[in-house]
Structures are given as C-alpha cells and as structure tokens.
C-alpha cells in the first residue's frame, strides 16, 4: 500500500490538519483520519513512514475495546460503509486509517501517565530533584521504574508545545474534571502495561485527552501508541541510560546525527531510515496485538 502524506477528499469539509491526523467534519461526528506523517523536533517531515497511520488506527481501536469496560470513548466505527455517504467514494484513502467518532467537548490538557523517569521526566528531575513539582526520592537513574506511576498534566501552548504543569493548575484549567482524568489516566496506564508486559513490552509512559460527550467523560483521539507512548523492548531494558524504543526514536537519531538545526524545513529522510522505522512500528503492533498489517 502506498504512503499517505495527507488526505484529498474534494468536497468534504476538513476541519484540521495537524501533525498526523486529518479531520472532517461529519456533521454530528467527525471522521479522524491518520496520516502517514511525522514529526521529529515539532517539525513535520517531508518524507512519509508507509503504513504509519494504519498502526497508528488499528492500534488505537485494539486498546478502545480492550479498555472499553474501564472508560467510554468517542469510537462509533471504523467500517467506511457506515460513514456518512459523501465519505464513501474515498475508500482507498480511508480504509484501516480512519475512524468515524462522536464530537466531544474536548478539554484543554494532556494527561500523560509516567511509570518510568525518562525523557523531560528526567531532565526535570536532574534540574529540581523532582518530576512536573512531585517531589521524588534522591537516586533515581534514567529509566528506572518510578516508586508509583504518576499524572503529570500538560497544558497546550499557543506554540503547539506540550508544556508540563501542576496538577493545581490544571484544576484551574478544567475545575473538578481534573480529579476525574487524573484517577481514570492511572487506571488505564495500570491495565495498559500489565497487558503489555505480558506481551514483552514496558510502557515507559503514555498520554491520553479526554472530552465530554452528552456529559459523559469519555477518551478520545489516540490511544497508546508509539506516537503517544514510549513503548521498550523489556528484554533489554536495563536502567540507567535511554533505552531502545518502538517508535521514531530512530527518526530522531538520524536527524541529530545531521546536526539538523531543528527549524523548517525539515531534511528529506533516507529510504532506508523510513522503512527501518516503518518496521518499528509494526513489530509495536504485532507483539500487541498478535495481528499484522
């Protein structure tokens, strides 16, 4: 199947084109779809990963039913044949990427779940002793397994960074919801990695966003996967260093060992460097699920 870098469905409204996903407007839904896109160092490559997205889409759907007895979500179907009618003529473009969900409310903050220090987790603690102000114990190494998983929120800046705040302010964000996503991000990051630990992988931490549907908190969007979590090999994990990873941490050793400056436009990737994380993504999904694509 051919790469998709972004969609072209003439005469349907599209309501945002982000990172990775493409979003139409379905009059009482939306239909998400997901692109073969990436982005390294907020930047969007010009050069698409094959099959990226329908990881990305059939992963999340794998997790939403795995989950669904835990928290409701915004999935209505990912079958093209029960989209609204104009959606149907793009078929080649929507099959296995997309889905059709409900219109959430949805609210203004990341909910990351960290189980282990690393990435800005740990080069916050390196500086303050402490992960997004939770204060830690002296000692810790890149890596290592946290006493007890954490929410640390994020809040979406106006550049588009995720920005870790406190869980106070995220209270002053999104008011008593903040309790609610913050017990419901635990719980779906415990079930999520003692699932994924019996399937030989450790999820280092994840993210989610939350919406309201008919009053209802609900999940929505993504859901782990290697674009949203950091999913390691556990056969070789070892603390105290980074680690090998299911997701485009490869992309992004490529481009540091360039000395990309980091600013648009973006450097053309290798076909070989597309392909290997193409591969990476796969092999994430096939450990899994059990299924391939």
Not at 261 to 267: E, F, I, M, S, Y
Request: with cysteine; proline share 8%.
């Amino acid at each position: 199947m051919a790469a998709l870098f972004e969609t072209n469905l003439p005469g349907l409204p599209l309501q945002a084109r982000g990172k990775v996903r493409d979003i139409y407007d379905a009059g009482e839904f939306l239909v998400i779809v997901a692109t073969d896109r990436l982005s390294a160092f907020d930047c969007i490559l010009p050069t698409p990963i094959p099959g990226k997205g329908r990881v990305l889409t059939q992963m999340t759907l794998f997790w939403l039913e795995l989950l669904r007895d835990l928290v409701p979500n915004h999935f209505v179907t990912s079958d093209v044949s029960g989209y609204p009618a104009p959606f149907r003529p793009f078929r080649d473009q929507l099959e296995e990427r997309s889905m059709l969900v409900r219109r959430a409310k949805m609210l203004p903050v990341e909910c990351v779940a960290r189980g282990y220090l690393s990435g800005s987790g740990w080069k916050d603690y390196q500086r303050t002793g402490a992960l997004c102000g939770i204060p830690l114990p002296a000692g810790l190494v890149e890596s290592g397994r946290l006493p007890e998983p954490l929410f640390t929120p994020a809040s979406k800046a106006q550049s588009g960074h995720d920005e870790n705040i406190s869980f106070e302010q995220a209270e002053k964000l999104i008011g008593a919801s903040a309790g609610a996503v913050r017990e419901l991000t635990l719980q779906i990051y415990r079930r999520a990695s003692e699932y994924a630990a019996s399937k030989g992988i450790v999820i280092a931490d994840t993210k989610f966003e939350f919406g309201y549907w008919n009053g209802q908190l609900i999940l929505a969007d993504e859901v782990l996967t290697p674009d949203s979590s950091r999913f390691w090999p556990q056969s070789s994990y070892q603390p105290g260093g980074p680690q090998p990873s299911y997701d485009k941490q490869y992309v992004r050793d490529y481009l540091e060992s360039i000395q990309w400056n980091k600013q648009p436009p973006a450097p053309v990737l290798p076909v070989e460097v597309a392909a290997k994380t193409a591969e990476k993504y796969r092999e994430a999904y096939h450990l899994l699920t059990g299924r391939t694509l």
